[in-house]
C-alpha cells in the first residue's frame, strides 16, 4: 500500500503578548537549509542553539549564537529590523521560536528542532530568569510600541506561589504551556522534526549532538567531537554567558552568568509536596496523554511521572 501524502501544518491563529508578535513569520522568506529550534522556553533553547551553533561552525570558539540566533517572534527589536538582519546572514541560520505549532509558519523544507523539559523544571528556571530582570527587561517588554495584551509584572516573593500561579493559569505570567508541548508532540513523525528531550542531553550530550547532527545532515570529522563537545558543555557556556544571553545578559541583575543558570533539574523537589507535585502529574496526563506525559517528564534516557 501507498503511504498516506504528509499533510503539512498550517498557520491558523497569530499570538501576541508582552514577548510575542507571530505576525513576523507570515514575512519571513525561507531558505531551505533554515534550521529553526523551537521550546516552550526555559526548556535548553540556549543549550540547543549551542549545539546547533557548533555544528554549524565546526567547533568554531566563540559562536556569539545570541546575535546570529535570534528569537524571531519575540516584539523587540521590531520586526524590520530583526528580518533584514536575518536576511542579511549568508551562514546556515538557524533560529529560535517559543511558537506552538499553529501559531507559526511551517515550512516543509526547514529542520525543526523542538526541545522540552518538565514543566516543574522549566517552572524553576523561568523564576530565576524572572526573579532576577532588572528595570531595563521591563522596559523593553512594557515600554515600547506593539504591546498587546497585559504588561508582564514582577513576580511573587514565594517559588511555590510563583508555580501553583503557572499551573493553575497554564503558563501565567508568560503563555500557555499544554497546548506547547500538544502541537510539537502531534507532529513530531514529520521527517523534518526533531525532538529533543532536556533530560536526554543531560544524560548523554554527545550522542544527542550526534543524533542533531545526523537530523540535520551535518557531517563532523570524528576528531572534532571532543572539542565540540567541551564548547556545548555547561561550564564552558557558563564562562562564556555573554555569547549566549541576549544582549550579554544586560537584562538580569548579575548579568549574563544569572541568565546560564543551573542546568541541572529537580530542584522543585525539595520544596513541593507530594501533594503539589501530584497535581503537576495529573493536569499532564490530562492535557497530553500518557505517552507524551510520560516522556515529558523524563525524556528517552529514564524518568517519567512515576518519579515526581
Given at each position: ?194 525532538l529533543v528531550h532536556f533530560a536526554d542531553l543531560k544524560a548523554d550530550l554527545v550522542g544527542q549532538m550526534r543524533r542533531i547532527a545526523a537530523f540535520l545532515d551535518i557531517q563532523v570529522d570524528e576528531h572534532r567531537w571532543p572539542s565540540l563537545a567541551e564548547h556545548c558543555s555547561f561550564e564552558y557556556m557558563k564562562r562564556n554567558a555573554a555569547k549566549a544571553a541576549p544582549l550579554g ?60
Amino acid at each position: 500500500m501507498n503511504a498516506p501524502p504528509l499533510v503539512w501544518p498550517r498557520k491558523t491563529r497569530e499570538l501576541h503578548n508582552h514577548h510575542f508578535d507571530s505576525t513576523v513569520w507570515n514575512d519571513f522568506l525561507f531558505r531551505d537549509d533554515d534550521i529553526v529550534i523551537a521550546t516552550y522556553a526555559k526548556s535548553g533553547t540556549t543549550w540547543t542553539q549551542q549545539i546547533v551553533g557548533q555544528l554549524v561552525f565546526d567547533g568554531a570558539e566563540n559562536v556569539n549564537v545570541s546575535e546570529i540566533s535570534p528569537w524571531l517572534d519575540l516584539r523587540v527589536p521590531s520586526k524590520e529590523i530583526k528580518l533584514a538582519a536575518v536576511e542579511a546572514q549568508t551562514h546556515r541560520r538557524f533560529l529560535k521560536t517559543h511558537l506552538p505549532v499553529d501559531a507559526l509558519v511551517f515550512s516543509p523544507n526547514a529542520k525543526y528542532i523542538y526541545v522540552a523539559r518538565d514543566g516543574r523544571d522549566v517552572v524553576w528556571s523561568m523564576y530565576n530568569h524572572h526573579a532576577r530582570a532588572n528595570e531595563a527587561w521591563y522596559a523593553a517588554l512594557n515600554n515600547t510600541p506593539g504591546l498587546v495584551g497585559d504588561p508582564i509584572c514582577p513576580p511573587p516573593a514565594s517559588i511555590r506561589q510563583y508555580y501553583h500561579d503557572w499551573l493553575d493559569r497554564d503558563g501565567h505570567p508568560f503563555w500557555p504551556f499544554w497546548e506547547n508541548i500538544a502541537s510539537w508532540w502531534a507532529v513530531r513523525q514529520l521527517p523534518n522534526v526533531l525532538l529533543v528531550h532536556f533530560a536526554d542531553l543531560k544524560a548523554d550530550l554527545v550522542g544527542q549532538m550526534r543524533r542533531i547532527a545526523a537530523f540535520l545532515d551535518i557531517q563532523v570529522d570524528e576528531h572534532r567531537w571532543p572539542s565540540l563537545a567541551e564548547h556545548c558543555s555547561f561550564e564552558y557556556m557558563k564562562r562564556n554567558a555573554a555569547k549566549a544571553a541576549p544582549l550579554g545578559g544586560v537584562f538580569w541583575d548579575g548579568g549574563a552568568e544569572t541568565f546560564i543558570h543551573k542546568g541541572v533539574n529537580g530542584r522543585w523537589r525539595d520544596v513541593l509536596t507530594e501533594q503539589e507535585s501530584a497535581k503537576y502529574e495529573r493536569i499532564a496526563l490530562e492535557k497530553l496523554g500518557p505517552a507524551c506525559a510520560n516522556w515529558l517528564a523524563g525524556g528517552c534516557s529514564g524518568g517519567g511521572l512515576t518519579e515526581g
